[in-house]
Nanobody, 113 residues
Framework: QVRLVESGGGLVQSGGSLRLSCAASGTIFSIGTMDWYRQASGKQRELVATITSSGSTSYADSVKGRFTISRDNAKNTVYLQMNSLKPEDTAVYYC???????WGQGTLVTVSS
């Protein structure tokens, strides 16, 4: 079973940048399609970005042009580069392995105004 561990969250100022990492470990051979989700307090969890095993990406309209999802297969890691952050981006961010349905524990991103 794969285990996912997010890191890189923290407190940033509006307009700033942050890069999240999601490292896969355990009994795995490679990472397939990976998703980034986020959940703000009192809100429904939403899909933010997706990257397939072939490198195709997709984004929620709210983050297009600001966020970039990428992967490093040699490190079994997926990243989320977040630029031009807004207070509305404040949430706990989770990575998910699409095929297995395994979630990471989440990392908190707080954007101050």
């Amino acid at each position: 079973q794969v285990r996912l561990v997010e890191s890189g969250g923290g407190l940033v100022q509006s307009g700033g940048s942050l890069r999240l990492s999601c490292a896969a470990s355990g009994t795995i051979f490679s990472i397939g399609t990976m998703d980034w989700y986020r959940q703000a307090s009192g809100k429904q969890r939403e899909l933010v970005a997706t990257i397939t095993s072939s490198g195709s990406t997709s984004y929620a309209d709210s983050v297009k042009g600001r966020f970039t999802i990428s992967r490093d297969n040699a490190k079994n890691t997926v990243y989320l580069q977040m630029n031009s952050l807004k207070p509305e981006d404040t949430a706990v961010y989770y990575c998910k392995a699409r095929l297995s349905g395994v979630w990471g524990q989440g990392t908190l991103v707080t954007v101050s105004s």
